[in-house]
């Protein structure tokens, strides 16, 4: 035994989990262990306790079947998700654990998450329970290993630092045991979310935390595993693939970093864990000590397009490749389904034109046709299934002319136009070669700008004739009341401008977008993650 429990009072019935200084015997015939305590010189007692999850809750907690080889740190990454670590006992012989948690909402947090999605430890399904301990006191002499560990981990996560001068052997700290992965993408020319992130990496286990943002222009993602080897299988799968066909490349690295502090669940971050996590209403999500960790990191990642393609085999790049998924949603392909159906529009207002500017946002609408039976609903197809997924997920469910638009995947893979000669009442408009696709061109900054609907709209291309004055006016026309005007300090060109609501201000863009100021300026205008 690497430490012994000492903390037990005498003659109290106990659950699966006691370790005294008498012996503990496991059936292996069943899942129930029983055992023999040894106390004071009384009469051996014998006790059975069972698996379920439902005991009282406690700080400290039971793991049984871990794999033999498994480490320490892999065992206190299991718990850092769900908050600090504060001991641990490892049973190595009977292939068990005791992992004591800073508060006992942070162990019933761990407990829930892990009733809900098995956790595994080098691909074997392991078991968590509550302990009849309430605390752990361990003979630190016997326990000496685990505890430097600890305190190894605590220090990682305290200074976001490299471990240095302590006993621990490498293998219990180097980076390369971190569930957390460091995940920068490459010739992003087409967005890349952190639903498409969670998708492809949950193939490989349980993520618990992602947290994206963008440095030295380029999209960067910090992404945590349930469990460290998933995340070095992740990294061996898909370091150097394509997330799409020959674009947004994944370079991939272990962090130094072994848990994620996120704050806010929303279109930046997100704690799996954590789902009553307040949205943030666009407050920076990174917490500051990860900023400062990704200072240092940053430093240590290969000069940017040194990256060479792997030399996977093909099947293995097959796989990697179906791991991906290439898009958000399963069974979808970047090629895939690219025309949406959008139902219970206002038939008195909609148009071709319309339809072409709102999904516009998301994407470059090649065509759309109003049904001639049913002018409540329309077809628009996209350029690619992204896009048509990146305008499904923003719009179904938002405002347009009054009413609450649906938008689905149609089962049309095309737009048919009319054919030639014969009158649709311009139901149908081709905009193939349009010149607003905002997304025609590779690498656009229009790329990282998609951002849901939201009451702040974006500006730009406005000449200097043009006043703060003016602008207010145009866009009250639209029907709605102009809360907040601000135009950029650097560049007069630019401005936010809020609305009173977010469907005020999907109307705004509707009729203004592309509006002609003079001075062959053009505005043009788009949703904002601001506010003013």
Not at 233 to 238: G, S, V, W
Not at 247 to 269: A, G, Q, W
Request: glycine share 6%; hydrophobic share 40%; net charge neutral.
């Amino acid at each position: 035994m690497d430490g012994i429990v000492t903390d037990v009072a005498v003659g109290v019935k106990r659950g699966s989990d006691e370790l005294l200084s008498g012996s503990v015997l496991n059936s292996p015939n069943s899942n129930m262990s029983s055992m023999v305590v040894t106390a004071n010189g009384n009469d051996n007692k014998k006790f059975k306790g069972d698996d379920k999850m439902d005991g009282a809750p406690s700080r400290v907690l039971h793991i049984r079947k871990l794999p033999g080889e498994v480490t320490e740190t892999e065992v206190i990454a299991l718990g850092l998700p769900f908050g600090k670590v504060t001991n641990i006992l490892m049973l190595k012989g009977k292939n068990q654990a005791f992992l004591e948690l800073a508060t006992e909402e942070a162990a019933i947090t761990m407990v829930n998450y892990y009733s809900a999605v098995t956790p595994h430890l080098r691909n074997q399904p392991i078991y968590i329970q509550y302990s009849n301990h309430k605390e752990l006191k361990t003979d630190n002499t016997l326990n000496q290993r685990a505890q430097a560990v600890l305190q190894a981990v605590t220090a990682v996560q305290a200074t976001n630092a490299p471990i240095s001068g302590t006993t621990v052997s490498e293998s219990a700290v180097t980076p390369a045991q971190s569930p957390v992965l460091r995940i920068i993408i490459d010739n992003m020319y087409y967005p890349v979310t952190l639903d498409v992130l969670h998708q492809i990496f949950s193939k490989f286990g349980a993520v618990l935390k992602i947290i994206t943002f963008t440095k030295n222009n380029q999209f960067q993602a910090l992404l945590q595993f349930g469990d460290p080897v998933n995340a070095q299988q992740a990294k061996q799968a898909l370091d150097g693939q394509n997330i799409y066909n020959a674009c947004c490349t994944l370079r991939i690295d272990f962090s130094k970093l072994v848990n994620l502090n996120v704050k806010y669940n929303n279109d930046k971050s997100r704690d799996y864990t954590r789902p009553d996590l307040p949205s943030g209403d666009g407050q920076p999500t990174l917490d500051p000590a990860i900023a400062a960790a990704f200072a240092k990191e940053t430093s240590l990642l290969a000069v940017p397009g040194a990256l060479s393609p792997l030399a996977i085999p093909n099947a293995a790049a097959a796989a990697a490749a179906a791991a991906a998924g290439r898009v958000g949603m399963p069974g979808v392909a970047a090629g895939g389904n690219t025309v949406l159906l959008v139902s219970n529009l206002n038939e008195e207002m909609v148009t071709p034109q319309s339809l072409f500017t709102l999904f516009g946002v998301y994407g470059d609408v090649q065509r759309v046709k109003i049904l001639y039976n049913k002018k409540d609903s329309a077809l628009i197809q996209m350029a690619d299934g992204n896009q048509s997924q990146l305008a499904m997920s923003h719009l179904n469910g938002q405002k347009m002319y009054g009413k609450i638009i649906r938008v689905t995947l149609s089962k049309h893979h095309t737009v048919q136009l009319p054919r030639e000669g014969l009158d649709d009442q311009g139901l149908t408009k081709d905009f193939g070669n349009s010149p607003l696709h905002r997304f025609k061109k590779p690498g656009s900054k229009n790329f990282q700008n998609i951002f849901p609907p939201s009451a702040t709209l974006h500006l730009s291309n406005i000449p200097p004739s043009v006043a703060e004055e003016d602008l207010r006016t145009l866009f009250a026309n639209t029907g709605g009341t102009v809360k907040a005007f601000k135009f950029f300090q650097r560049d007069h060109k630019m401005a936010l401008l809020q609305m009173s609501t977010v469907e005020e201000a999907i109307q705004a863009l509707i009729d203004l977008h592309n509006y002609n100021l003079g001075e062959s300026h053009h505005l043009r205008v788009s949703f904002s993650k601001s506010t003013i």
